[in-house]
């Protein structure tokens, strides 16, 4: 810097060009980067919401499917139910007659689907930029939430059980 020149004409005089644009015509593209994330995102929800229908499906195939063993499994104890009234069986304990079976079922498959829709759920999540820890109260929460539909079911089942007449259902067979 020659001695003539003051510091702060120093500081101001560009020391690089600009660079050129290829074209100067072209009009640049502006995009808000929320919007492109937005856009990117649009996939998985369209997969949310085809999951979200298939499951409601699933789940209700599975209830109809529940009910219809649990209707099957009391037309196939009617006879040793009315025995059991005959003998004094309280409705309590056709309940634990009928869902012994089924919740035995339940804790099996609740014990191989926790950890098969753990890794699942890891898989999926690390595919994205930011991390979420997994937590476990939801695979609790699924768990309870089939726990309570069996038994409401069963004790659907044990109640119509209770009240049938002894002597109608050793009849019946």
């Known amino acids: 810097m020659p001695w003539h020149e003051s510091a702060s004409e120093a500081q101001f005089t560009p020391t690089h060009k600009p660079p050129k644009l290829e074209d100067p015509r072209k009009v640049r593209d502006y995009f808000f980067l929320d919007d492109r994330l937005n856009d990117s995102y649009t996939a998985e929800r369209k997969l949310t919401s085809v999951i979200l229908l298939f499951s409601f499906m699933a789940i209700f195939v599975a209830c109809l499917g529940l009910f ?103 009849r019946y067979e």
């Open 68 to 170: 219809g063993l649990a209707t099957h499994n009391l037309e196939s104890r009617t006879k040793e139910i009315g025995i059991r009234k005959v003998l004094g069986i309280s409705s309590q304990q056709i309940l634990v007659l009928l869902s012994k079976e089924f919740l035995l079922l339940i804790a099996i498959a609740f014990v191989i689907a926790i950890p098969l829709s753990y890794q699942l759920l890891q898989g999926w999540l690390n595919q994205f930029a930011y991390r979420v820890d997994i937590v476990f109260w939801p695979f609790l929460l699924a768990g309870a939430v089939t726990l309570s539909v069996a038994l409401l079911t069963m004790g659907y089942h044990a109640l119509r059980a209770s009240r049938i007449n002894p002597v109608e259902s050793l």
